[in-house]
């Protein structure tokens, strides 16, 4: 009789081992599919921020040859405006010049 009890007290045991063991697989598969999930994820990510580490590189490049075009525009601008200035006096002797000559007439 306690031969049985005990074997009962085994099988019992060896089903709960099972179940636990099944459920453990089942568990270990899910987070093996969710690492792949994450690795994937990881991947995109890692490759998007790539991308955009490169759009940010030429983003870059294209704001100092816009800086450099500015800075060469206001230069230009700039002697463009002494260049008019010299050519506003220059016009207004002219017209001084001019009134004195029609004055002495």
Known sequence: MHVMDLQRDANRQISDLKFKL???????????????????????????????????????????????????????????EVSNGHLVKRLEKMKANRSALLSQQ
């Open 22 to 80: 099944a459920k453990s697989e089942q568990e270990i598969t899910a987070l093996e599919q969710n690492v792949i999930r994450l690795e994937s994820q990881v991947s995109r990510y890692k490759s998007a921020a790539e991308n955009a580490e490169k759009i940010e590189d030429e983003l870059k490049a294209e704001k100092r040859k816009l800086q450099r075009e500015l800075r060469c525009a206001l230069d230009k601008t700039e002697e463009l």
